[in-house]
Structure formats: structure tokens, C-alpha cells
């Protein structure tokens, strides 16, 4: 099991840009998929991007090509750097773990809050 805490959240203009980060307590390569999701008022939670343990990323097709998803094993973190917002991009965003098989989680953060204005 690992816990999760997620931080850089904030207010920002349309088009502009946000890191956020995701800090793991415990084996961050214990975990075979660590992904960011964002739920807005009303709606359900979806998943924004994603990153294996090997590196492999895939990233929801409206936040392609404005987000990067990236890792530093070293610093047990991982980070989702958000270009060109947009004010759909106005959520509530959670990092998640989950680990399958042997000693299986599915571990989340306590989520940041991302508001874009127009």
C-alpha cells in the first residue's frame, strides 16, 4: 500500500499552465500504473493520464498534447504539467495507484483543485 499526496493545484488564467504533483509515501515502483484523474461539479471522475511503471504513457484525448505526464522515481513523485488551460479543465484533480496481482491497492490522494477562468 501506498499514500499520496497531491499538491499544485491553484487558480489560473486560460492559457496559461499548472504542475501539478503527486508525492508517494512508500515503493513508488511497487505500483504498476500511477494515474491522474479530475473530477468537475456533477460529473464523474475520469482519467486524465496515466504512467506505467516502465514509463508508458497514454493521456485522455482532450488534455493530449497539452499535458505531459512524467516521473521522478528518485524524488517518489510524479508530475502532470498542464498547458494552454482551458476552463473545462476546471476539477477537482486526484492522483492514483494501483498495483495488481500479488499485495494488489488501489491507493488514493486526497485530490487538488484546479480552477480555470475564461
Known amino acids: 500500500q501506498v499514500q499520496l499526496v497531491e499538491s499544485g493545484g491553484g487558480l489560473a488564467q486560460s492559457g496559461g499552465s499548472l504542475r501539478l504533483s503527486c508525492v508517494v509515501s512508500?515503493?513508488?515502483?511497487?505500483?504498476?500504473?500511477i494515474g491522474w484523474y479530475r473530477q468537475a461539479p456533477g460529473n464523474q471522475r475520469e482519467l486524465v493520464a496515466y504512467?506505467?511503471?516502465?514509463?508508458?504513457?497514454n493521456y485522455e484525448d482532450s488534455v493530449k498534447g497539452r499535458s505531459t505526464i512524467s516521473r521522478d522515481n528518485a524524488k517518489n513523485a510524479v508530475y502532470l504539467q498542464m498547458n494552454n488551460l482551458k476552463p473545462e479543465d476546471t476539477a477537482v484533480y486526484y492522483c492514483?495507484?494501483?498495483?495488481?496481482?500479488?499485495?494488489?491497492?488501489?491507493?488514493w490522494g486526497q485530490g487538488t483543485q484546479v480552477t480555470v477562468s475564461s
Open positions: 492514483n495507484a494501483r498495483r495488481s496481482g500479488n499485495l494488489q491497492y488501489d491507493s
Open positions: 504512467i506505467t511503471r516502465y514509463g508508458g504513457t
Open positions: 512508500g515503493n513508488i515502483l511497487s505500483a504498476d500504473v
